[in-house]
Nanobody
Framework: QVQLVESGGGLVQPGGSLRLSCAAS????????MGWYRQAPGKERELVAK???????NYADSVKGRFTISRDNAKNTMYLQMNSLRPEDTAVYYC???????????????WGQGTQVTVSS
């Protein structure tokens, strides 16, 4: 199996910054797409940003220019640098990895446990 552990959430004032991390462990052969999603109270989970194995990136329009996604393949880790945070960024943030495990041919989806980000004065 594969485990994803997130860190870096917390309370920050509007205009502030946070950096989220998501590290994977387990029997990993390769990681395809990595992504960050978020879910605010009463809303559906939405894509924030994703990064391919070749480091191509996609961002939700609401975070373009403020958030930066990156990955360290040697550490099986993904990051989300969040700047100029707004109250509407408040949500639980989840990481998602599409993984190929050793001796398993298919790609599999794994999710982190979620980390709370609260933007408030």
């Amino acid at each position: 199996q594969v485990q994803l552990v997130e860190s870096g959430g917390g309370l920050v004032q509007p205009g502030g910054s946070l950096r989220l991390s998501c590290a994977a462990s387990g029997s990993i052969f390769s990681i395809n797409v990595m992504g960050w999603y978020r879910q605010a109270p009463g809303k559906e989970r939405e894509l924030v940003a994703k990064i391919s194995s070749g480091s191509s990136t996609n961002y939700a329009d609401s975070v373009k220019g403020r958030f930066t996604i990156s990955r360290d393949n040697a550490k099986n880790t993904m990051y989300l640098q969040m700047n100029s945070l707004r109250p509407e960024d408040t949500a639980v943030y989840y990481c998602n990895f599409v993984v190929r495990r050793y001796l398993v041919g298919r790609l599999e989806d794994y999710w982190g446990q979620g980390t709370q980000v609260t933007v408030s004065s």
